[in-house]
């Protein structure tokens, strides 16, 4: 399977997506689409914020069925989530022998085509590409860049594409890549970004040293003297990326962080008016600023700040010339759909501010620093975390991590796990009650309810409770927090504040 190829010409070409709704798979959608491939594709019923991005293109996802495989039809590409051997589509398609590719198979052969560059890790991915994609905006590179979510700088797209990649000799391609079953081993990277890594994808991953190998791996993909950026804040960063360079000499090092010598040294400035302010090495006489909490977050700024500074070089230009692009570019991006993403802000009964506030968060890591970014990031409000824990396999090996995390949060709510189409429930003895039980021996304020709706009105209570407003001077912020479908809750509680 690993020789199927996009054909080198797209336009006019039919190509039917199974699982069109994915993120990936829409992001993908939007690119092929712009390139002039003729679209179809097929899903659930359910509805998906990735059906407004199909929407816009004119698209629309059918049900599966063998009759989607028209005569017309050429190529295939599916999410790892269906089966050749299963799905009605695919079933169809293998019988008339059309090329079927995975996802990553079809975004890797894509990637041949351009200087492409791929962001991975464990944490922050979405986030990085997102803001290497809005600096990108600000930059005279032909560039296209993918990203995981929809980014809001993105005029609420996955994908940006500059006015000139059509048209440019050489252009530049940026895509977040996935590690999970290896799948960012189709992807052909110059360059790479590495945010982080530490244990992951048990059910895939039964080790650290596993998925750190897969990175490893990964790395040792880039061509002779290619670069990788990596964190040198992140200890399993550090330590994937000194294997990579025993193996690979000539690979090109470039750290970033507070850790790290050089260029992108970063020196924290403050949290002042809902801005992180920073500095680097490389413009030390400019300061920059982030519009998003969180410590993570910045971290993620500097690794976009390299790649396009390196991304500039490679293109013969001099990155300080740029400087106050770059600090606009980073001054523009709000965010991503559920990344830290402010659903809205109401008032309640006595008139108390609330934020509502989703996040995709489902590592213990990922929820710590999350919550830790808005207590420096929202200091005069109470914090209320709802947190529903995704794949029985992650919780069980994380969880004393994943009880420990919600420290910043002044109020925890839990729900029963949301699990994954590939594990078995019954496979484990561990539940939601678990995770909450092991929760209320790290914090003082922790609920359960088993389905997401059924906290609603304690929810509600909770925000109309009299507010101590010598501790919380600006009110309260509600997060609904992880891989689950818990966000129905913060919609919920916000139409009822509203009304």
Excluded at 378 to 401: C, N, P, W
Excluded at 423 to 446: M, Q, R, W, Y
């Amino acid at each position: 399977m690993s020789e199927l190829k996009l054909p080198e010409s797209i336009k006019g070409v039919h190509i039917h997506f199974v699982g069109i709704k994915g993120t990936g798979m829409a992001a993908l959608v939007e690119i092929l689409h712009r390139r002039g491939a003729v679209i179809t594709g097929s899903d659930v019923s359910e509805r998906f914020y990735t059906d407004e991005i199909i929407e816009k293109l004119g698209l629309k996802a059918l049900p599966f069925s063998k009759k989607n495989i028209t005569d017309k039809v050429q190529y295939v590409v599916y999410s790892s989530a269906y089966k050749l051997d299963q799905n009605p589509d695919l079933i169809a398609a293998s019988e008339k022998n059309l090329p079927c590719l995975l996802y990553t198979q079809a975004l890797g052969s894509y990637s041949e085509r351009s200087y492409s560059a791929g962001i991975c890790g464990v944490h922050g991915k979405t986030s990085t590409t997102g803001l290497t994609g809005t600096i990108l905006k600000e930059l005279d590179l032909p560039a296209q860049v993918l990203a995981g979510s929809v980014i809001n700088s993105f005029g609420n797209n996955c994908t940006y594409t500059s006015p000139d990649c059509d048209t440019a000799e050489r252009t530049y391609f940026v895509a977040e890549t996935c590690e999970y079953q290896r799948h960012f081993m189709s992807f052909c990277p110059q360059k790479i970004i590495l945010t982080s890594v530490e244990p992951d994808h048990q059910d895939y991953y039964p080790t650290y040293e596993d998925i750190r190998n897969a990175f490893v791996d990964y790395i040792c993909k880039l061509p002779e003297n290619g670069q990788l950026i990596y964190c040198a804040d992140d200890k399993g960063a550090v330590e994937t990326a000194e294997i990579a360079r025993n193996k690979r000499p000539d690979i090109q090092l470039i750290p970033y962080g507070e850790n790290a010598a050089g260029d992108y040294h970063l020196e924290f400035g403050k949290v002042e008016d809902e801005k992180n302010k920073f500095k680097i090495n490389l413009f030390k006489d400019c300061e920059l600023y982030l519009s998003v909490p969180g410590k993570h977050e910045v971290l993620d700024a500097v690794a976009a700040t390299a790649m396009a500074c390196e991304l500039l070089t490679t293109d013969g230009k001099n990155p300080s010339d740029y400087k106050e692009n770059i600090k606009k570019g980073l001054a523009a991006f709000s965010g991503g759909k559920r990344r830290s993403e402010i659903i809205g802000k109401a008032f309640t009964n006595d008139g108390t501010s609330v934020v509502v506030i989703d996040d995709y968060g489902h590592h213990p890591t990922a929820v710590q620093t999350t919550l830790n970014g808005f207590r420096d990031f929202y200091k005069g409000r109470k914090i209320i975390v709802d947190f529903m824990s995704h794949t029985y396999s992650r919780t069980q090996a994380l969880l004393k991590e994943f009880a420990s995390s919600f420290g910043a949060a002044d109020m925890v709510i839990l729900h029963k796990i949301y699990s994954s189409a590939r594990e078995n429930p019954a496979d484990f003895e561990i539940t939601g009650n678990t995770l909450f039980e092991e929760t209320k021996k790290h914090h003082s304020c922790v609920n359960y309810f088993s389905e997401i709706l059924d906290a609603k009105n304690f929810v509600l209570s909770e925000l109309n409770n009299s507010l101590d407003k010598s501790k919380y001077p600006d009110g309260l912020l509600f997060v609904t927090m992880g891989a689950g479908n818990n966000w129905i809750l913060g919609q919920e509680i916000l139409k009822e504040l509203k009304r």
